[in-house]
């Protein structure tokens, strides 16, 4: 069995128990690297760049030498290759948790139980929930939903396909890097600007594989690549921008404007404005159920990207030989 065909199979089940299983509520492999990154950032810690490049590198290049070393075990096992991959996909994609959190939100609005979506909202995103109304609940986990369907999920899957169980396991890393240190509080306004411009970069092919995802597998595609066209570019973030866009126009609503973190207001651009409508309870089950057709559709492409990647390799090299 070659590294591409254990590759398909072991992506398909990692996925598979993600649906099934979800993660763990203890002991999460993601949340073991966090207290193992938070640890290092005890010991490393300075104002300076440099010594937050330190730290991305020592995380991150330790969470891809750890996949290396544990693909070079199993090489020799089809079975046990597979396995591997299964565990590394499980532990690095996150779309059930996703798409659970914010059903249960949802869920809360439709039943007119605010405070509780609001007392719900901080297990998905960083926004102050007592500041948003119901509606402004329902955008702010439309938003959260689309853009970590890109980094839950699709943008994971990229790099597994790219690199196997080290791909896997350093994207995850790098994502987990950004959401600890990443942010511009005066603690890591220097100290993590490496992780979050590593994060940019890669978070880049999987941000726009989401977006032609959502528009592909969402009700409106040429809304969705119309938002995408003429609105990506004016949202902060190079990645989410993209996908939200991408998810604003396919689910025909409006997502950005103003918004609160930590008591820091913000007025972003609107997205998908002069089509879209405001976001409503509802619209979060139609955004839940987007981001799964944009996972599964996501593992198609990648995998399938991966065995014609090997085959074009493969027959290349027959022909060099010939």
Known sequence: MGADRRYAYGAAAGLLGDLLLGD??????VA???RAA?????????????WGALHTAVCAGGAVALGAAATRAVRRSPAASVALTGA??????????????ARTIGRALEAGDVEGARARLPHLCGRDPQSLDADGIARAVVES????????VVGALVWGAVGGVPGLLGFRAVNTLDAMVGHRSPRHR??????????????????????????????????????WRADARRHPSPNAGPVEASFAGALGVRLGGTLSYGGRVEHRP????????PVVPRDIERAARLSRRVGLLALGVTV??????????????????S
């Open 24 to 29: 763990p509520r203890r002991g999460h492999p």
């Open 32 to 34: 073991v690297f966090g």
């Open 38 to 50: 938070a640890a290092a950032e005890r010991v490393l810690w300075r104002d300076h760049r440099g």
């Open 88 to 101: 590394a996909a499980w532990a690095v994609v996150g779309g059930t948790s996703l798409v659970r959190e």
């Open 145 to 152: 939903v689309a853009e970590n369907t890109s980094d839950a």
């Open 190 to 227: 220097r100290f993590g600007w490496a992780s979050a411009r590593l994060d940019d970069v890669a978070g880049w092919p999987g941000a726009r594989l989401t977006a032609v995802l959502a528009a592909v597998g969402g009700d409106d595609p040429r809304g969705a690549v119309r938002a």
């Open 270 to 277: 609107v997205l998908n404005g002069e089509r879209g409508r």
């Open 304 to 321: 399938a990207a991966r065995v014609i990647t090997a085959r074009v390799v493969a027959a290349g090299a027959k022909g060099r030989t």
